[in-house]
């Protein structure tokens, strides 16, 4: 019976392991918020989903539904050209982000924290494709062994009320991840050519049908926690 269970839990590691991996990816920082809620920062759950629902905006803009379309295509040389390309955009979107962050007041280490954790787990969302496609459950069981231990200590800093441990930790965390990201894909020098920027995102996506499936989702999403 035992030796049944192990070749059950062989043939399904896709149930087993990926999607639990995208699970902890996507939905980290509300576990993160409802934390925060109810700790002694709970003055920070505002602003907390102030920043991750911009972020959130911007990011689901810039994937047009991203996931589907490439595990379809199942070519890893365009998972490779995405990576790029969300590489490329996380540069402007900490710029575009610091901007706003500073014109609603919102500019801190924590922000800046939160801005490094979302961007890290969108290009970990490639990251996760790469590995769906190649079979690789080895990676998947490492990203989740470390998003796990993410949320752990980041609660028990959140629950002691230390900001700065969790802010630091946080970034430390993200690096760990990028680097693993990095790890894993090819011809990064193609980071530096905004050539394949411009191929990516406006001639094969905001020029096609996908724009819209995400777009206004996202924006009433936004505008919904902005005003609230």
Not at 70 to 75: A, H, I
Not at 191 to 200: A, M, T
Request: aromatic share 22%; net charge positive; charged share 10%.
């Amino acid at each position: 019976m035992l030796h049944r269970l192990f070749e059950n839990l062989s043939k399904n590691q896709k149930y087993f392991f990926i999607f639990p991996s995208y699970i902890l990816n996507f939905f980290s920082s509300s576990v993160l918020l409802v934390i925060i809620y109810f700790s002694k920062l709970q003055y920070l759950a505002a602003d907390f989903g102030l920043a991750t629902s911009f972020l959130f905006l911007i990011c689901h803009i810039l994937s047009f539904n991203e996931r589907s379309v490439l595990l379809s295509e199942n070519n890893l040389n365009n998972v490779n050209s995405s990576f790029i390309f969300r590489i490329q955009s996380s540069i402007i979107l900490i710029i575009v982000s610091l901007i706003f962050f500073k014109t609603q007041n919102l500019l801190s280490l924590f922000t800046l924290s939160i801005s490094f954790l979302i961007i890290s787990n969108w290009c970990l969302e490639i990251f996760l494709i790469k590995s769906e496609i190649e079979k690789n459950f080895k990676l998947i069981k490492i990203t989740i062994f470390f998003s796990f231990l993410y949320i752990t200590i980041s609660a028990l800093a959140i629950l002691a009320g230390n900001l700065k441990i969790f802010s630091f930790f946080t970034i430390f965390y993200s690096f760990i991840v990028l680097s693993l990201c990095f790890s894993q894909f090819k011809k990064l020098y193609l980071i530096v050519d905004y050539l394949n920027y411009y191929n990516f995102f406006f001639k094969k996506n905001l020029l096609s049908y996908r724009l819209t499936s995400s777009f206004f989702i996202s924006i009433s999403n936004f505008y919904f926690r902005y005003f609230i």
